[in-house]
């Protein structure tokens, strides 16, 4: 019997062995093991990892990839709840080269409808690193992309609210 309405999860490659000693990797050779594994720990959701390195190996970047996705969240009842998108760690939404920017936007979208079609609800972008927002031109530039993605008309109103 569950005492709570919470879903408890894990980020994907925890549930694996350490990649090249880093704290957060995609774990290209064991993600479908996961499934099993957070299924036999009790756990309901997995937070799916987007990376350059590897990215080949994610299933997220495959139609094919996300069906089997989706197969092993109905067969071991896991559902994948949220993508973090670590690229951006690397390759920022703001804070670059104009062209870097926009192929950054472009991953992001395509990032949005790869998830769209795997029924992730949530991307998470690590406003760290060199996607950290230090200054008010980083956070008005973040807030104008954001709204260039959504396709919202006045990046000012957000601007002036805080």
């Not at 062995?17 to 290209?28: E, L």
């Amino acid at each position: 019997m569950r005492l709570t309405n919470l879903n408890f999860g894990v980020i994907s490659g925890r549930l694996s062995p350490v990649i090249d000693n880093k704290i957060q990797a995609f774990p290209f050779r064991t993600w479908k093991n996961e499934f099993k594994i957070a299924n036999e720990l009790g756990l309901q959701c997995i937070e799916w990892v987007y990376e350059h390195q590897n990215k080949s190996h994610n299933p997220i970047c495959s139609d094919e990839g996300i069906a089997i996705l989706n197969n092993l969240s109905a067969e071991h009842n896991i559902s994948i709840n949220s993508l973090v998108a670590d690229n951006f760690l690397e390759d920022p939404l703001f804070n670059n080269t104009s062209s870097l920017i926009e192929e950054s936007v472009s991953l992001l979208i395509y990032l949005i409808n790869q998830c769209s079609k795997a029924k992730i609800k949530i991307i998470e972008l690590p406003l760290m690193g060199n996607n950290s927002i230090h200054r008010k031109k980083d956070r008005d530039d973040f807030i104008k992309k954001m709204i260039q993605i959504h396709g919202l008309p006045d990046w000012k109103m957000f601007s002036q609210k805080r």
